[in-house]
């Protein structure tokens, strides 16, 4: 290949004449890529979100529960792991039966149950959008409808958690007081009966003032120690609660009717607590050390309460033994009172105790319903989840479509240059003068062999059969001199007598190094134009291996050059005129009106010898040859190719010139180069060489065109 600098245009030239490279590479990129997208498609997953608004609520009602509220503390970031806690995935799988509900607690905790729950739990996906409070809640799932199910499903299950959370105080206060308040009703409807009957049996009991002043007196005595004890109690199984062995389940919370005192406010820390230690279970284990710090903190605060708790027992205790005794006192002192008058003392105030207490149930019942009418809502769907229209993984079939056309193309550009690169042929006029040393006679481009057919069809009559069609076709300069095929063949006649006419050459072998490079329809169409320029021509078919001028021009074979030198026939018998010419195939009419065809003459092979090497290499041919040179202005002869046979290599020092035509693109550059050798070895002289089948690489902006001479 010749070494100088390549352009724009060399780029492009090469890009054109590798497209077939380059196509192919892109159609199997394409293919490949769209087959293996295809195969490795997967099974489709449909994703659906939601859109959830937290925001803290700052009713009344929250601000008397923010002490008692399990979720005190709650902020986004906690939020979000509630949406995907076990508690909340649970009821979600419950609702959709991807588990049974009402299942036994053995039930519950086996691997299917839970492996059902926990593999629900990683398809919920949930983020906080920006710096603002909202959470959008993504959900997987394998079809379109079970995914918008799934996301409106969770969000409504997470607001129901939040409201049954933050409202549960309410909830649990009020279950607990209607209980009192139903078991206080029986009580006082018991006292009430009883004092009844006491009057009933008794009649009218009288008492002196300073009597009944006593009994009243003593009966409250009675009553505040009945209370003190009750509270007595209740802080001592308080203090048991909070000193229960540590277990990994949240405690029982105290109850306290002291909402400013420091255990209420104990209390209040001691279930946010419970409630980070939740969160963090959703996360870690029980043995993780962000779960054992809280586990610390939880015992701290309990610690507290506990003395908190002692020191309250112990003044309980105080106030209980200092009313024991008051009571003791009185019961000494008014020993003698008649013990109807205090009887009926007691049942009075048992009647007036269960009263007051029934009537202060009732108004904190009251309470209670208006609480649970403001009911806490912290969270509000602001965006229900709509049916997903494709799958999330699915093939970007555009996008692969556009990364395979450019993949391909690259790959396809790459290899184009990589076979140019390795490309041992030479291409360009440049290249091959360079490299084989000699000039570029002639430049003859590309038949199209389509186009060629139907141009000698319409030159012959519409019955003319299609191997003379065939036959005819090869003959541009017969049938359309004004073609660029022509114009190339008068351009090689031009070049041929400038490069022989110091050496007054008329003998001329025509060869190439390897087969079917186009030499015989090269040297036939040679033949005719040196002919119209008013040359004797004598066109000679010396391949005794493949002969191929006689059916070029449509000449019987026989006889010819081998019975010239084998048979002793005259070679002037031998030659074939214009006369044979219209006998042929190519007719009277085209000969006729072809000007010029007259001065051609031509020999054929004739029967093909045994040794064709022998006779060539023969004095006798050299002398024929001599003969030949005298008579006609140039003689033609076509040989076999060189590399393959001899016969051209022997016959290259017997004649004035040797003409290589050489095929651009069919051969190595070194097998060009070994044909030359061997010419130049045997004393040849090469005029030059002859490019057949060149595609001509124009320019868009000029275009294709004919030469026309008027």
């Known amino acids: 290949m010749a070494q100088y600098e390549l352009n724009v245009l060399d780029y492009w030239l090469i890009v054109k004449k590798r497209k077939g490279t380059i196509l192919l590479s892109m159609g199997l990129v394409i293919a490949f890529t769209l087959a ?82 926990y593999g629900l739990q990683q398809t919920i996906k949930t983020s906080i959008e920006g710096a603002s409070n909202i959470i959008r809640i993504s959900v997987t799932a394998n079809t379109a409808d079970m995914a918008q199910r799934f996301a409106n499903t969770v969000a409504e299950t997470y607001r129901a958690e ?79 609660t909070l000193q229960k062995p540590g277990s990994h389940r949240q405690v029982e919370r105290i109850f306290t009717d002291e909402p400013t005192a420091l255990l209420s406010v104990l209390n209040s820390k001691l279930a946010d607590r419970m409630q980070e230690r939740d969160n963090l279970l959703i996360n870690y284990t029980h043995e993780h050390l962000l779960v054992k710090e809280m586990d610390r903190k939880i015992k701290n605060v309990k610690d507290e309460m506990i003395r908190e708790l002692e020191s309250k027992l112990k003044n309980l205790d105080g106030r209980e033994k200092v009313l024991k005794e008051q009571i003791d006192t009185y019961r000494k002192r008014y020993f003698n009172f008649p013990k109807a008058a205090i009887q009926l003392t007691r049942l009075e105030r048992d009647v007036a105790v269960s009263a007051d207490l029934f009537a202060k149930l009732k108004v904190k019942h009251q309470e209670l319903l208006i609480k649970n009418s403001e009911r806490i809502e912290e969270v509000s769907i602001i965006e229900p989840a709509i049916l997903p229209s494709s799958p999330i993984n699915q093939p970007n079939n555009q996008m692969n479509f556009i ?164 048979g002793g026939l005259p070679w002037r018998d031998a030659v074939r005129t214009v006369t044979d010419l219209m006998i042929g ?75 290589l035509v050489y095929q651009v693109g069919r051969i190595g550059r070194s097998a060009l180069k070994r044909a030359k050798f061997l010419v130049d070895h045997a004393q040849g002289k090469v005029l030059g060489m002859v490019l057949t089948n060149v595609r001509a690489e124009i320019t868009p902006e000029y275009g294709y065109y004919r030469y026309e001479y008027r």
């Not at 009192?180 to 009057?199: M, P, W, Y």
């Not at 003032?209 to 004890?229: G, P």
């Not at 076999?640 to 004649?655: F, G, Q, T, Y």
């Open 403 to 566: 990364v395979a056309v450019i993949m391909g193309g690259f790959l396809g550009v790459v290899l184009a240059f990589a076979r140019e690169s390795f490309d041992t042929s030479i291409g360009t006029i440049e290249g091959v003068e360079e490299f084989m040393q000699v000039p570029v006679l002639g430049v003859i481009p590309r038949f199209n062999e389509k186009e060629q057919l139907e141009a000698a069809a319409m030159e012959l009559p519409p019955n003319t059969k299609p191997e003379t069609i065939s036959l005819f076709s090869k003959l541009v300069c017969l049938y359309d001199e004004k073609s660029v095929i022509s114009e190339g063949f008068r351009s090689l006649r031009t070049n041929i007598q400038f490069a022989s006419s110091e050496r007054q050459a008329k003998t001329f072998l025509f060869t190439s190094a390897g087969l079917g490079e186009g030499k015989t329809t090269t040297i036939a169409n040679l033949a005719l134009t040196m002919a119209q320029d008013g040359k004797r021509v004598l066109l000679v078919d010396a391949d005794l291996r493949r002969p191929f001028v006689h059916a070029r021009l449509g000449l019987e074979r026989t006889p010819g050059l081998a019975e010239v030198l084998i």
């Open 162 to 240: 939040n409201i049954r959370t933050r409202n549960k105080t309410v909830f649990e206060s009020r279950r607990f007081v209607e209980e009192q308040l139903a078991a206080h009703e029986a009580a006082l409807k018991l006292a009430e009966e009883a004092l009844r009957d006491f009057k009933e049996r008794e009649g009218q009991v009288f008492l002196n003032e300073e009597a009944k002043a006593a009994l009243e007196s003593f009966t409250r005595l009675e009553a505040d120690y009945d209370k003190v004890s009750r509270q007595r109690d209740e802080t001592a199984k308080q203090i048991e």
């Open 36 to 117: 293996l997208t295809q195969y490795l498609k997967p099974a489709p997953i449909y994703e659906a979100s939601t859109r959830v608004k937290f925001e803290r609520s700052n009713t009344f009602a929250t601000l008397m529960l923010e002490s008692l509220s399990s979720q005190g503390s709650s902020d986004l970031n906690t939020e979000i792991e509630v949406i995907r806690s076990f508690p909340v995935v649970e009821r979600v799988a419950k609702e959709l039966n991807i588990v049974k509900s009402g299942v036994s607690p053995e039930e519950a905790r086996s691997s299917d149950y839970l492996g059902a729950i």
């Open 585 to 659: 195939l190519l007719g009277v009419d085209r000969i006729v009106n072809t000007p010029g065809i007259d001065l051609l003459n031509v020999m054929t092979s004739g029967n093909l010898p045994h040794s064709p090497a022998e006779f060539i290499n023969s004095p006798k041919f050299l002398e024929i040859i001599r003969e030949m040179r005298e008579e006609y202005d140039v003689v033609l002869f076509d040989t076999p190719p060189i590399l393959p046979i001899a016969d051209a290599v022997m016959m290259s020092s017997k004649v004035d010139g040797v003409i």
